[in-house]
T-cell receptor, first 116, second 112 residues
Framework: NAGVTQTPKFQVLKTGQSMTLQCAQD?????MYWYRQDPGMGLRLIYY???????DKGEVPNGYNVSRLNKREFSLRLESAAPSQTSVYFC???????????????FGPGTRLTVL | SQQGEEDPQALSIQEGENATMNCSYK?????LQWYRQNSGRGLVHLIL?????REKHSGRLRVTLDTSKKSSSLLITASRAADTASYFC????????????FGSGTQLTVLP
């Protein structure tokens, strides 16, 4: 049981290049999330997927796209990377059973992305 | 925009002492959660307190919630060097049901 896995761990891009960050979870969770964390700040939500087949924008979606490939996998794509997207990206998942008021999130180890 | 603000931003204590971190938030909430992040790692959930609860314990952790003041505190008793990490509060806004909004965190250093 690996929990939430992310690839790659590190990536350096040049401005204008594109890439996809991969995320997978093996906990049979319904909901998945992408966050970015900038130095000295908390996490900000980029996109989330409440359940397979649905995606919604979070607080900072501009410049990103997502795909919920199946229940396990949720990818984040940068179509044309910009230096402002230099950050650490975290994927998370949760059961999505919000009515229980105990829905907590499980995080992957993060991807450190630098855009030159 | 960030919902929660932690105070202090950084805290340094000796092993064995207690550490207290505070979190303030802006809107009505469904629940409030505390997470720990070790350097270079992902976040780990510590404890959740519902809006109708005032205090909760888990091992050496004690969380309080005051919805009238829109604030919460996390107390770590008998701290250890391994508690060195950043601690974040996160809220689920009442009615939004889904999104966690994180504060900017408290960096705790426990000196051996």
């Amino acid at each position: 049981n690996a929990g939430v896995t992310q690839t790659p761990k590190f990536q350096v891009l040049k401005t204008g290049q594109s890439m996809t960050l991969q995320c997978a979870q093996d906990m049979n969770h319904n909901s998945m999330y992408w966050y970015r964390q900038d130095p000295g700040m908390g996490l900000r939500l980029i996109y989330y997927s409440a359940s397979e087949g649905t995606t919604d924008k979070g607080e900072v979606p501009n410049g990103y796209n997502v795909s919920r490939l199946n229940k396990r996998e949720f990818s984040l794509r940068l179509e044309s990377a910009a230096p402002s997207q230099t950050s650490v990206y975290f994927c998370a998942s949760s059961t999505g059973k919000l009515w229980e008021s105990t829905d907590t999130q499980y995080f992957g180890p993060g991807t450190r992305l630098t855009v030159l | 925009s960030q919902q929660g603000e932690e105070d202090p931003q950084a805290l340094s204590i000796q092993e064995g002492e207690n550490a207290t971190m505070n979190c303030s938030y802006k809107t009505s909430i469904n629940n409030l959660q505390w997470y720990r992040q070790n350097s270079g790692r992902g976040l780990v959930h510590l404890i959740l307190i519902r809006s109708n609860e005032r205090e909760k314990h888990s091992g050496r952790l004690r969380v309080t919630l005051d919805t009238s003041k829109k604030s919460s505190s996390l107390l770590i008793t008998a701290s250890r060097a391994a508690d060195t990490a950043s601690y974040f509060c996160a809220t689920v806004e009442a009615g939004s049901a889904r999104q966690l909004t994180f504060g900017s965190g408290t960096q705790l250093t426990v000196l051996p």
